[in-house]
């Protein structure tokens, strides 16, 4: 019997285990919890400080706080900052539409819906709180001009009444955050960023160990590096030396993308050389330390040592052009691994590093147009069938298709997106009328007020923490109070209350149609219109019109983690899709870089007679031309000063990188009908 009794207890302590295991899988954590009490005080004392100030919508100033809900203090800045000049050009673009049009509905609902079409526009070439910013100016314009579509005598008071709530929603936010210290981003994205440092040398050892990884591999690193972007441009308005930090994670950024690109055609070059020659060799090594674990006191000596062995190989004749350009990379990915560290230094300390790199976002032009497009063509056929219909209080279910259908506009799935504004409206107008018709049922009082809206925010707080439940959570902390609509004394219409609950759902279920039916951009046109944008600039980078070459670097990486996302199918199929897209970013890069370091060459003047034909043999694709004038362009430097030399080393790498490119792929890259190739 005792023996049975040991036999069962490991099981129920299993059994228990599991049970305290999935439990623990729904309990947030401490940090969740801190981060739903700083939401939580803010909002009250946003309530009450508009309250104190007898603001006319009190309600404005907690939703503005839970806009801004972010769990960490430089998001929420940022998000600030862009909401309050978001708000401002919005308010005054309102008092300009009622001036113009508050005679004429018909035009005033007309310039609105362009005028939020013009603003999501934009918004999809910002990026992160600037494409926040852009939007919510198109969207406050719905909520100023239409909330006095019948008395627009009234609209600068409530535009005033507007900006007036944003402001205490931002300064309480902001008290809250620095008050209850929130955690910094800086801080939390140094362990990310170290982590992808890490990550890209260890996909560096890996590729000077089995040579090339494939298109999957480094999807996958670039998708690790990419988002990152969004938190080192929120990182400058923390601190004092917020910006040098901020400079610093984008420099450490670029930098990663440089060296995975870097070390892809060193393998690539190493590989057609029949017996790597002791420069090589020594190149390679150096590499090998750099990407085990660089020692910063090192670097600067193997940069130098690499300098040397580039310039050695241009001055000997017979070395081949493959091995310059092993070299060549070797000291890129050097360089490369050097503004990394100098960028993740300056991210932990805080010192001016040594450069600032630009993080362009990627955008195509037809999901832009599409996506504008979807929320004018939503909010006119909603005001029509709302005016049609003669419903009461339609400008409030306008401003609600307006402020929704926008957002929806810049977030990545769309169709998500208004998923989570169905379930949210609806757990926002179930709790609203819970709290006001149940709990407060006529109670006056503010401290009953904070208590009733505690839960619902600290519960659409956990769910906004979730990527999987984001939408629901914030527009449940959004719409919450919107439908709960405290005032000073507290109102209880239940048939007004009953009709805004309805037309915010009303406005939801339009969303879902309309993201579903209007212009709808599937993944297989998103790889579509990337592909031609991709065209497209490859097209005007062997023109020589590529821009900057560490700015395009940052771009493709974008636009290939965008394209990552797009990709579907099987592993085939997606495998291809990858493999194209790589091949015109690698191609665009080398050319852009080759023309501008044509350029800077062409200063030099025995090295003018090649540079035409070299230019021509770019903008028509030829191979083989391109590699008889990188060996033209190595025989005219010989005779030249050192730094001409390690000039001409990096275009050559970048022409025979194009040249190799263009042979391996020529029958892709004739199909796209923009060189010869």
Request: glycine content about 6%.
């Given at each position: 019997m ?21 439990v ?6 401490l940090p ?11 909002m009250?004392?946003?309530l009450?400080?508009?309250?104190w ?5 009190a ?7 839970a ?7 430089g ?5 600030a900052?862009?909401?309050?000049v978001?708000?401002l ?18 035009l005033?609902?007309?310039?609105v ?7 999501v526009?934009v918004?999809?070439?910002?990026q992160?709180?600037?494409a926040?910013?852009a ?9 100023v001009?239409?909330?006095?579509i019948d ?7 409530a535009?005033?009444?507007?900006v ?7 300064v309480?936010?902001?008290f809250i955050?620095d008050?209850?210290?929130s955690?910094?981003t800086?801080?939390?994205l140094l362990p990310?960023?170290t ?12 590729t ?14 670039i ?11 929120a990182?400058?308005?923390?601190l004092?030396?917020?910006p040098?930090?901020a400079?610093?994670?984008r420099?450490?950024i ?7 690109a ?10 057609h050389?029949?017996?790597p020659?002791p420069a ?6 150096i590499?090998?330390?750099i990407?085990?674990g ?9 940069d130098?040592?690499l300098r040397e ?13 493959d091995e ?13 691994a050097t503004f990394a560290?100098?960028?993740?230094k ?5 010192h ?7 993080l ?7 999901v832009?147009?599409?996506?504008a497009m979807?929320?004018v ?6 005001a029509?069938s709302?005016v ?5 209080q ?10 929704t259908s926008?957002l929806?506009?810049?977030?990545p799935d769309?169709k998500k997106?208004a998923?989570?504004v169905?379930i949210?409206?609806?757990?926002a ?9 149940t709990?407060?049922n ?6 009953m007020?904070?208590?009733v ?9 956990f769910?906004s923490?979730?990527q999987?439940?984001f939408g ?11 439908l709960?609509?405290?005032?000073n ?11 805004n609950a309805?037309?915010?759902l009303?406005a ?9 039916l209007v ?17 497209r ?6 023109l020589?019109?590529g ?9 493709n990486?974008d ?14 199929v ?10 015109l ?11 501008a ?6 200063q030099i ?6 540079i035409p034909g ?10 083989r ?9 190595l ?5 030249e000063d ?12 970048d ?13 892709f890259?004739?199909?796209?009908d923009?060189?010869p190739?």
């Open positions: 005792n023996a049975r009794l040991d036999s069962a207890a490991p099981a129920g302590g299993s059994r228990l285990d599991r049970l305290i295991d999935a623990d899988q729904y309990v947030p954590r969740a919890w801190a981060f739903a009490t700083r939401i939580w005080l803010a009250m004392l946003a009450g400080v508009a309250f100030l007898q603001l006319e919508s309600s404005s100033a907690a939703t503005c706080v806009i801004l809900a972010q769990p960490k203090r998001q929420a800045l940022s998000k900052v862009y909401r309050l978001g708000t050009i919005g308010a005054a673009v309102s008092i300009v539409f009622i001036a113009l049009f508050g005679q004429d509905r018909v005033l609902l007309t310039s819906a362009v005028w939020l079409g013009l603003c526009l918004a999809q070439y910002l992160d709180t600037r926040y910013g939007m919510l100016s198109g969207y406050t314009v719905g909520i001009a239409l909330a006095q008395t627009p005598q009234d609209t600068f008071d535009a005033t009444a507007r007036a709530a944003i402001v205490i929603g931002i309480a936010i902001t955050n008050a209850l210290a955690p910094s800086w801080r939390s990310t960023l982590s992808a440092w890490d990550a890209t040398r260890a996909y560096a050892t890996e000077l160990e089995k040579g090339a990884l494939g298109v999957v591999r480094t999807a996958a690193l998708r690790q590096i990419a988002p990152m972007r969004a938190d080192a441009s990182i400058a308005g923390e004092d030396d917020g040098f930090r400079s610093g994670a420099s450490c670029a930098a990663l993308y440089a060296m995975a870097a070390i892809r055609t060193v393998a690539a070059a190493a590989a050389l029949r017996e020659s090589v060799e020594e190149a390679l090594a590499c090998r330390r990407a085990a660089p020692d910063p006191a090192r670097l600067d000596a193997e130098e040592r062995l580039v310039d050695e190989a241009i001055r000997d004749a017979d070395r081949p052009i310059i350009v092993v070299l060549q990379r070797a000291l890129d990915f050097a360089c490369a560290l100098d960028g993740l300056a991210l932990a300390d805080g001016e590093p040594l450069r600032d790199a630009r362009p976002t990627h955008r195509d032009f037809p832009a147009a599409r996506g979807r929320v063509i939503g909010f006119a056929v909603t029509a709302f049609a219909l003669g419903l009461p339609a400008s409030f279910a306008l401003v609600q298709v307006a402020a926008s929806s506009s810049v977030t769309p997106f998923n989570g169905m949210g409206m609806t757990l107008a179930t709790f609203a009328g819970i709290a006001r018709f709990l407060l006529g109670v006056q009082g503010f401290p007020l904070a208590l809206m505690a839960p619902v925010i600290y519960l659409g707080c769910l923490l979730n999987k439940t629901i959570g914030f527009i449940l902390i959004v719409f919450f109070p919107v709960l609509s405290p005032s004394p507290q109102d209880y219409d239940a048939l007004t209350f009953l009709l309805f037309l915010v009303v939801a279920v339009i969303l879902g149609v309309v993201v579903r212009l709808p951009v599937n993944n297989v046109q998103q790889r579509v219109f990337a592909l031609d944008s991709a065209k600039s490859l097209a005007d980078a062997l020589g019109e821009g900057d070459a560490t700015t395009r670097t940052s771009l990486a636009r290939l983690f965008q394209f990552a996302g797009y990709s579907s199918g099987n592993s085939a997606r495998k291809a899709n990858l493999s194209h897209a790589f091949t970013a690698r191609l665009e890069a080398a050319a852009a870089r080759a023309h370091e044509l350029r800077a060459l062409w003047e025995p090295l003018r007679a090649v070299t230019r021509n043999a770019l903008a028509r694709g030829d191979d031309a391109l590699e008889l004038s990188a060996q033209a362009l025989g005219s430097a010989r005779g050192r730094g001409v030399r390690l000039l001409t080393a990096r275009a050559v790498s022409l025979v990188s194009a040249a190799r490119t263009i042979a391996h792929h020529r029958r890259l004739q199909r796209l923009i060189a190739f």
